[in-house]
Nanobody
């Protein structure tokens, strides 16, 4: 069982930065692709970024965050990070990390679809406001 715990959320001014962490307790991340999603009030949960286990960590980003957010993983620390720069009020949301034991077709490509992920964290709140 993979148990995910997010941390690093908080209140930040527009233009500021935060780094979110997703740590796995229990079973390790070994072999799992990991994605970050967010859910704003009154909206559906959306894909933000993903990283594969294989291939040195192939990344994928939503268009709205590309160039501002960076996903990375430290396999030795069993942690995945989301560095968020140039934050905007519209980035305000609960941020969730999720892990997928990928089928062969997604060994080198993460999924944007939440239904493909097997395990989820409880989420961490990010608020961007002056």
């Amino acid at each position: 069982q993979v148990q995910l715990v997010e941390s690093g959320g908080g209140l930040v001014q527009p233009g500021g930065s935060l780094r979110l962490s997703c740590a796995s307790s229990g079973r390790t991340f070994s072999g799992y692709n990991v994605g970050w999603f967010h859910q704003a009030p009154g909206k559906e949960r959306e894909f933000v970024a993903g990283i594969t286990w294989s291939g040195g960590g192939v990344t994928l980003y939503a268009g709205s965050v590309k160039g501002r957010f960076t996903i990375s993983r430290d396999n030795a620390e069993n942690t995945v990070y989301l560095q968020m720069n140039s934050l905007k009020p519209e980035d305000t949301a609960i941020y969730y990390c999720a892990a997928e034991n990928p089928p062969p077709a997604r060994t080198y490509a993460t999924s944007r679809y939440e239904g493909d992920y097997d395990y989820w964290g409880q989420g961490t709140q990010v608020t961007v406001s002056s």
